[in-house]
Nanobody
Framework: QVQLVESGGGLVQAGGSLRLSCAAS????????MGWYRQAPGKQRELVAD???????NYADSVKGRFTISRGNAKNTVYLQMNSLTPEDTAVYYC????????WGRGTQVTVSS
């Protein structure tokens, strides 16, 4: 019954910003790990950023200094602040959470125009 739902995607101009949100529902729990992945057409899904329950954070080299990942106080939410967006950031962004097994959201489309 646990579900992850992403929101915040949309169309922005190069140099703009978006804030993605992911919220989990269905049970009382706390994910051990949450992360953001993205997949562009014709490419494999790749890790953008992740954060563990202990606060360890990793970023893909391509987004360091531009994106910031954070977890909500409830521990079942995760956010991705994206600044200085470029057309190369265009992709479907997926939320992931781990609690015994992996859970995936349906994705939210981010499109960056020139």
């Amino acid at each position: 019954q646990v579900q992850l739902v992403e929101s915040g995607g949309g169309l922005v101009q190069a140099g703009g910003s978006l804030r993605l949100s992911c919220a989990a529902s269905g049970s009382t729990f706390s994910f051990n790990y949450m992360g953001w992945y993205r997949q562009a057409p014709g490419k494999q899904r790749e890790l953008v950023a992740d954060i563990s329950s202990g606060g360890n954070i990793n970023y893909a080299d391509s987004v360091k200094g531009r994106f910031t990942i954070s977890r909500g106080n409830a521990k079942n939410t995760v956010y991705l602040q994206m600044n200085s967006l470029t057309p190369e950031d265009t992709a479907v962004y997926y939320c992931n959470g781990f609690l015994s097994v992996n859970y995936w959201g349906r994705g939210t489309q981010v499109t960056v125009s020139s």
